[in-house]
């Protein structure tokens, strides 16, 4: 039985003088949105007017209305969602989308089959579908987005398509019958608390591909909990130091570290120094929160992005550099480093700065060490604009400073022929963290 439920007619702006035309119809106990925009008739199923979805359904390629055939191209915004009592789904290769909360509290729905026709899933689609014990998610799928499968307590296997770039903050969370997880090579970043508290997660296994990885993306999952104390690596990623930090602790990354994990060192009071390699390419949320024994941090030229609330409440911080590479700077990422005089910037184009990021930072007494070509522009950007000084990255401009713990006092900063040399351990670096000679010992300049 064919029955229309709504039929509305709505005017947008002119776009080759179109009409947009959308009905509200159902059809074998399928409801639906026709619409009909710059002569493309298209399908989104849709909830029920009234009552839940029940038992098996099955849903078309095609919808006929009035004799005029529509494609069935997505399942709506909460579709489908709290029917408890549906048990299996069919999804046409004509569906490319599947909205957020689709199917979120399907908890009688056991398995389900997305095509290869689907390119994105929403957040939290299949939240709560308890039922649930595998799921495949095809490669033409880019993005698991936040909360997609969380508490789907049920869920033993997972498989990610080869497509998948990135995965959403809490996409995995609470799936406690989840045992092993295998990221495949095409993602790139790992969500805020994307796993956490996955409680059988015993088997983890991330690429090189991933350089970011979001705050306790696996806390409470028996992988973390059964790595030894001290810096935990996931993949080439550093997750988190595990354990109480003890004081005086200097950090080495290892050489092709690709990132540093949202709160890898999140309140390691006793960090007073860390050495970041030159592949490094982001610093995530929280990463250094709290870390106030740090008295000066080098970020090399490989870094594009600091996260937000990165280095918040780093007092100890007397000079910060950043090199050339960082486009962006979140939120309050250098709020309450109380002790800072100096920020080295070599970046030439002024990188985005969130809200608040000196935010109780004296910079009105600090001085700001900018390309000259770039004061100009970093003198009329919004928070950069509130330093007490801004120079340029010269000799002259910049001073020798300490740069690690009590431990080392030979480590410092100084200019040798224009450049800036940062000597750590009896090694010498550039501002890009790559190890430099002594060009005096090579010259024969000294005796």
């Not at 509200?24 to 008739?41: C, F, R, S």
């Not at 698991?144 to 869920?155: K, R, V």
């Not at 993602?187 to 090189?208: D, M, R």
Request: aromatic share 10%.
């Amino acid at each position: 039985m064919k029955k229309i439920v709504l039929f509305f007619l709505m005017m947008l702006p002119m776009v080759a003088n179109a009409d947009v035309v959308k009905i509200k119809y159902h059809d074998n106990g399928v409801y639906y949105y026709l619409t009909e925009y710059h002569k493309e008739k298209f399908a989104e199923v849709t909830s029920m007017s009234s009552g839940k979805y029940t038992g098996s359904v099955v849903i078309p390629s095609t919808v006929t209305f009035y004799n005029v055939t529509y494609n069935v191209t997505s399942i709506g915004n909460g579709a489908f969602g709290g029917c408890s009592g549906l048990t299996s789904i069919t999804i046409p290769n004509s569906v490319t989308s599947i909205g957020n909360e689709s199917f979120g509290g399907c908890s009688g729905l056991t398995s389900i089959n997305i095509p290869n026709s689907v390119t994105s899933i929403g957040e939290w689609a299949f939240r709560d579908c308890t039922g649930l014990t595998s799921i495949t998610i095809p490669n033409s799928v880019t993005r698991i987005e936040s909360n997609a499968f969380s508490y789907c307590s049920g869920l033993t296997s997972i498989t990610i398509g080869n497509s998948v770039t990135s995965i959403g903050n809490e996409a995995f969370s609470f799936c406690s019958g989840l045992t092993s997880i295998t990221i495949p090579n095409s993602v790139t970043s790992i969500g805020n608390y994307a796993f956490v508290n996955c409680s059988g997660l015993t088997s983890v296994t991330i690429p090189n591909s991933v350089t970011s990885i979001g705050f306790e993306a696996f806390y409470g999952t028996p992988w973390y909990h059964d790595q030894l104390d001290g810096l935990v690596y996931a993949g080439k990623v550093a997750y988190k130091y595990k354990g109480v930090m003890p004081e005086n602790t200097s950090i080495v990354l290892e050489d092709g570290t690709l990132g540093i994990s949202g709160g890898a060192f999140y309140n390691c009071r006793g960090l007073t120094s860390i050495t970041i390699p030159n592949s490094v390419k982001s610093i995530g949320l929280d990463a250094f929160w709290g870390c106030s024994g740090l008295t000066s941090i080098t970020i090399p030229n490989s870094v594009t992005s600091i996260g937000e609330w990165a280095f918040y409440g780093c007092k100890g911080l007397t000079s910060i550099t950043i090199g050339n590479s960082v486009t962006s700077i979140g939120n309050d990422a250098f709020v309450r480093c109380s002790g800072l005089t100096d920020f080295y910037c070599y970046a030439e184009m002024v990188p985005s700065a969130g809200s608040d990021v000196f935010g109780d930072a004296p910079v009105n007494t600090a001085t700001l060490h900018v390309p000259a070509a770039s004061i100009d522009a970093y003198m009329a950007a919004d928070q950069w604009k509130e330093f007490g000084k801004i120079v340029a990255l010269t000799p002259e401009a910049v001073s020798v400073k300490s740069i690690t713990s009590a431990e080392n006092p030979s480590d410092r900063k100084f200019m040798e022929n224009g450049r800036l040399i940062i000597q750590k351990n009896g090694q010498r670096y550039n501002v890009a963290g790559q190890m430099v000679k002594d060009l005096s010992v090579d010259s024969g300049l000294r005796p």
